[in-house]
């Protein structure tokens, strides 16, 4: 079975920065790609950011210049620095990993619990 777990999510004024962290746990053998989603209350989940196993990178307009995705290959993380912070950033952000493989098994996405990022004076 694959987990996702993400962690460094909190309470952060505006202009302040945190840092996201997911890794994968389970018989990894690989991942295609992995995101950060968001979602706000009464919003739909909204695509952050995602990186391909190979270093390709894709954000949103909304985050793009202040976010930056990175992933570690090797230990199946991948990790959301969020610098500028705004109000509007306010949401519970999830870790989304795509075509993972496993022995004998191959999981088309799979989805973290989620951590709440709150960015408020």
């Known amino acids: 079975q694959v987990q996702l777990v993400e962690s460094g999510g909190g309470l952060v004024q505006p202009g302040g920065s945190l840092r996201l962290s997911c890794a994968a746990s389970g018989r990894i053998l690989s991942i295609s790609a992995m995101d950060w989603y968001r979602q706000a209350p009464g919003k739909e989940r909204e695509l952050v950011a995602d990186i391909t196993s190979g270093g390709y990178r894709n954000y949103a307009d909304s985050v793009k210049g202040r976010f930056t995705i990175s992933r570690d290959n090797a230990n199946n993380a991948v990790y959301l620095q969020m610098n500028s912070l705004k109000p509007d950033d306010t949401a519970v952000y999830y870790c989304?990993?795509?075509?993972?493989?496993?022995?004998?098994?191959?999981?088309?996405?799979?989805w973290g619990q989620g951590t709440q990022v709150t960015v408020s004076s």
């Open positions: 989304h990993a795509r075509g993972v493989r496993v022995p004998g098994l191959w999981y088309p996405e799979v």
